[in-house]
Structure formats: C-alpha cells, structure tokens
C-alpha cells in the first residue's frame, strides 16, 4: 500500500515538474472597429521583456489558466508603449572557504552582480507596423560589466529587425539613462 502511494505522489511530482503550471496563450487587441493591426509578441524569460501598456493602458487581467500573447497594436501609426524589461545575474560561486581572499572574490561577484541585474519599467516609441505583420520584441543582455542592455522588435517572417534601442542601467539596474 505504502509502495502505491509512494510511485502515486512521485508520478505526481514528475508529471508536474514536465508539465509545470503552463497557461494558454490568448491574443488581445487594441485594435476597434475595421481598423488594420500587427500582432507583437514579448520575449519572456532571463533577460525578458513583458508589455506594460500601450498610451497609458494597461491589460486587462487574463482569464484564468491563459496569458495574453500576441498583442495587436493598430498598424500605420507610431506606438507609445511602456515594457518591464528584467535580467538577473544567476552565476555566482561561493568562495568563503577560502578565507579573506574567497570573501573578497565574493563581495567582486556581488559588486558585479548588481551591476549587471535590469529590473526596470522604460518608455518605447515604435515606428508604424506593417498591417497584417507579425513582430517580436526581445531584450538582450550583452556580456561585460556593465554589459549593452538592447531592445530589438524583429519581423518573424522574415527575420529583419524593424527596430532596436540600446539603453544604460543606473547602478543597481532600477532606472534607465
């Protein structure tokens, strides 16, 4: 009996570990009436990028078990859109068994570390879309300290950055210059 039990909750926990808590995703638009749209999606993830709002508007919350993805913005016009743009510095290896010189390695990797970390709300102006057009918008986090923080918006089909942005971090990555 103990045995059942056991591979039921182990079977549980795998299934779960592959499966995890995934959501549907749902498009949303901005888009009213017979007005043309481009769809755009955001990169999550480390380094990630997720959409704030579109000339002040926020999304609405998603139903339960889906996220809203991709997101339509009215072609032919210039888009003022607010992202969250995020990265963490996940490398960091604990040196504090060797004595002084370990802890100063580690205070080298915090000052680094925070140096690096993006955790930020930043204003974009996009260009008109293309009507019928589907976009990406990604960030990446460039190697070096503090590293070139980028935004590209790509065209999936045909893979040509319509758009990029290079931007700098304040010390502790919460501000942008």
């Not at 549980?12 to 481009?38: H, Y």
């Not at 755009?40 to 990630?48: D, E, I, L, T």
């Not at 980028?150 to 040509?160: A, D, K, P, Y």
Request: glycine share 10%; aromatic share 12%; net charge neutral.
């Amino acid at each position: 009996m103990k045995l059942r039990i056991v591979a039921f909750l182990f079977s549980v926990f795998v299934l779960f570990a592959f499966i995890g808590c995934a959501t549907n995703p749902e498009p949303f638009s901005f888009v009213t009436g017979e007005q043309n749209s481009s769809s755009v999606a955001f990169r999550m993830g480390n380094p990630g990028v997720t959409f704030v709002s579109f000339n002040g508007i926020p999304l609405p919350k998603p139903a339960s078990g889906t996220h809203w993805d991709p997101i339509n913005f009215p072609s032919g016009t210039a888009l003022r859109v607010i992202v969250h743009v995020s990265y963490t510095t996940t490398t960091k290896v604990n040196l504090g068994g060797f004595g002084i010189l370990g802890g100063i390695a580690n205070v080298v990797q915090d000052v680094h570390a925070v140096t690096r970390n993006v955790n930020t709300n930043m204003e974009i102006n996009l260009p008109p879309l293309e009507a019928g057009k589907e976009y990406l918008l990604t960030y990446v986090k460039e190697p070096g300290m503090p590293g070139k923080n980028i935004l590209t918006l790509t065209e999936q089909g045909t893979g040509i950055a319509v758009f990029q942005q290079e931007f700098e971090v304040t010390f502790g990555g919460f501000d942008t210059k």
